[in-house]
């Protein structure tokens, strides 16, 4: 089931990103020349849209858009040829096409988190709006790393603290914050004791031993989950779309943040995720509501954005980049070498996802 969401989900991610190249190239009347839902190869032809072919294939992982021009061999063009083609439009044309998959993307994950927002959300308190009442709030169990302390006792996503122990206190969950249950699971560890977590999962109240550890968390003792205290955010209209929009930028801001961490060696290569890894994550949204699968997606849908503006070749961002280089030569590249250099960015790319699979796979046993 998870496998199934996962490939909904992406698809739908992957149908906004090439949506937003698409409607550009359509806006400055470059030719598309095919729509593909999935990767080839081709299952069948399903109809056409103003020139361009829409396919469905067999591979179901997002979809493409073929633009002519886009893979430039070099060979000289007809004049109305040219007049549809990529590589002979302006070259703020030519960013804007390239901007444009980001650009929806980034709009998506504003349309999601606005929409919560509307029909109101279980959200966590830190992003609601100045002053706003919670009728009630819980803390709850937003994620569980996987191979942890938790993970090994049985914690799951969803599950609501409503109370935990040791040999020496109890602490019934009213106002704590995170903090707190963070402190006490250290000075527990620091005990060597285990903490007991009194959790409701569904209708069942169930309890919970875990031993804390070392080494999951900085200069203390963890158990390997993120809590949240949340409660139900309803807003009108106009000021969803205004804390959407606020929620897109400050957790863009966020994965940005963690991409340069990653990049500067400030955070482990043990915490990027491949497929498999975002199947389960997936997984654990699902399972604690469809509302954090919504947001879960939002926040996938940015991560997606902020990936694809890197200046790395076969990137969007490489690609934007050639053409801020070409437009400061005030010249081309030898599309020989453009192609080279893509088709290098390419297999780089796949390696690492590989290597970042593999990485997932070992983190399941």
Do not use: C
């Amino acid at each position: 089931m998870n496998i199934i969401v996962f490939i909904i989900v992406l698809g739908i991610l992957v149908f906004v990103h090439e949506l937003g190249h698409f409607l550009f190239a359509k806006l400055f009347r470059i030719r598309v020349e095919e729509f593909g839902f999935g990767y080839p190869p081709r299952m069948l032809t399903f109809g056409h849209f103003r020139g361009t072919k829409l396919t469905l294939n067999w591979i179901p992982f997002g979809g493409f858009v073929k633009i002519f021009g886009e893979s430039d061999d070099g060979s000289e063009l007809a004049d109305h040829d040219k007049q549809v083609s990529l590589v002979h439009k302006p070259k703020w044309q030519q960013l804007l096409v390239m901007f444009g998959g980001i650009l929806f993307n980034i709009v998506f994950a504003w349309v999601l988190f606005s929409g919560l927002y509307t029909v109101g959300v279980t959200s966590s308190i830190d992003v609601a709006p100045k002053n706003y009442v919670f009728d009630e709030t819980k803390l709850m169990v937003s994620t569980v790393l996987a191979g942890s302390p938790a993970d090994e006792a049985g914690l799951l996503p969803g599950d609501e603290v409503k109370e935990y122990f040791n040999t020496v206190e109890t602490v019934t969950v009213r106002d704590e914050d995170i903090t707190d249950i963070a402190v006490f699971v250290n000075q527990t560890g620091e005990l060597e004791e285990r903490v007991g977590i009194v959790v409701l999962r569904g209708t069942d109240l169930e309890v919970i031993s875990v031993l804390p550890e070392q080494g999951i968390v900085e200069g203390g003792y963890g158990i390997g989950v993120n809590l949240d205290r949340v409660g139900e955010l309803k807003l009108p209209i106009h000021q969803a779309l205004w804390y959407g929009a606020k929620s897109t930028y400050h957790y863009t801001l966020a994965i940005i943040d963690g991409f340069w961490q990653l990049i500067t060696g400030r955070i482990s290569t043990d915490n990027v995720s491949g497929p498999v890894g975002i199947v389960k994550q997936i997984g654990d949204a699902s399972r604690v509501g469809f509302v954090y699968l919504i947001s879960f997606t939002a926040l996938l849908s940015l991560n997606l954005a902020v990936l694809n503006i890197i200046p790395f070749p076969a990137l969007d961002g490489g690609r934007m980049a050639i053409i801020l280089i070409e437009g400061a030569m005030r010249r081309r590249i030898k599309p020989v070498i453009v192609n080279w250099i893509n088709t290098v960015g390419f297999l780089v790319l796949i390696g690492l996802m590989i290597l970042v699979t593999v990485s997932d796979v070992v983190k399941l046993f």
